[in-house]
């Protein structure tokens, strides 16, 4: 790290970087399963601090979130599922100490703070009252079929957004759990989307302060959907078989019946499983790809070894385990 002494004017307070998926297993990486290639978190975690028991506090998306950015556990903030919840503007959340602290503060990706419906731009002013002085949010993968950003622009503008929202309802009113890829192709994907807009800002970044940037990849949650060359990269047969079924209703994991009532009823087929870790590993290398991306952007700028890093996700995705998907 730099000096924090230096006498130039500058303040040499270290960067922050904040790395988040949406959706990922715990074992889902090089470092911690080893059936997932991630050589630039499996570095992340070499060169810092593992945690082994992290436990997220709800394994659903909006309490989670909610969870993380205030330090307050879902019966404090009354939020317990992905209702049409709206994060109020005047709730306490740490990134606002560290604006205040002096950082400037930026987001690119998924937060699903308020509700995934018009425009998010329209909503701007809350991240802007959550603590972030610069945002490119985006919605996750189901939303981004109806709900506007700059990011759907692009795809719009592309001639993508269309077919985009063409493959999303015939996945879901068809088959859930079919693996195809994406009619976005690599260059347009949500979680490469969200590393170009990381890797260009931090890349053209010339305040006199110190950062803070949230990216936040709107991956690997479902559907399965990674698109090539990606795709078909992992060795269905070489993926880890899924936890076996419980024999009797009563011993299924907590949160089983739970998830029967949420959810319509899936029967996965022998070998689907497999397919569906397949897809999935593929799309979280992607996201590492744009980590490594990110890492050579502060490396150009000789700014890695006066950044710290944090990489989480919110909670993780059964894919097969107890015969059940999703969360």
Known sequence: MGSFSQNDGQDHRPNLLLLMTDQQRADAMGCSGGWVQTPHLDRIAAEGIHYTNCVTTTPVCVPARLSLATGLYCHNTGVWNNCNHTMAAETPTWMQAI????????????????????????????????GFDDIDEVTGPRASAWCRSRMTDVWEAA????????????????????????????????????????????AHYNHN????????????????DTPEP???????????????????QTHRPRGALDHMIAYPPVVLKADEPGR???????????????????????????????????????HGEMNGDCGLIYK
């Open 99 to 130: 604006r205040n602290a002096g950082y400037r503060t930026s987001l690119f990706g998924k937060t699903h703070w308020h509700p995934h419906t018009g425009d998010l731009r329209d909503r701007a002013h809350l991240l802007h009252a959550y």
């Open 276 to 314: 569906l870790r397949a897809d999935y590993a593929a799309n979280i290398t992607l996201i590492d790809d744009q980590i490594g991306r990110i890492l050579d952007t502060l490396v150009s700028r000789g700014e890695l070894d006066n950044t710290a890093i944090i990489f989480t996700s919110d």
């Open 230 to 248: 990606y795709a078909g990269m992992y060795d269905v047969d070489a993926m880890p078989p899924p936890a076996a079924v419980p024999r009797s």
């Open 209 to 224: 302060k110190p950062w803070f940037c949230w990216v936040s990849f709107p991956g690997p949650h479902e559907p399965w």
């Open 159 to 202: 001639g993508k957004w269309q077919a985009y929202q063409d493959d999303y309802a015939h996945r879901f009113a068809n088959y859930p759990q079919v693996v195809r890829p994406s009619p976005l192709g690599a260059e347009l994907y949500y979680d490469t989307y969200v590393g170009d807009r990381a890797a260009e800002y931090l």
